[in-house]
């Protein structure tokens, strides 16, 4: 069982592997609320700080998807 707030994370380190990101853009196309918090959080390593409301994913960001990889499709629906 995966959490409420892993999928939250993943959604937001699947629009970051493109590129950085502002966190109200992320936030909108991730329809996850609670972004900001979570890529300020970081609580799981996956997150870097470009610059002030904008967030990139990191190196451990990407392993992560690679682990989660087809997680929230089966978790979340």
């Known amino acids: 069982m995966m959490t409420a707030y892993r999928q939250e994370a993943l959604r937001c380190a699947e629009l970051l ?41 990191s190196p451990a960001g990407r392993k992560g998807l690679a682990a989660f990889a087809g997680s929230t499709a089966s978790a979340s629906g």
């Open 17 to 57: 592997k493109a590129g950085p990101m502002k966190l109200a853009d992320m936030r909108s196309a991730a329809d996850v609320p609670n972004a900001a918090r979570i890529v300020r959080d970081d609580h799981y390593g996956w997150f870097e700080r470009v610059e002030r409301g904008i967030y990139a994913l």
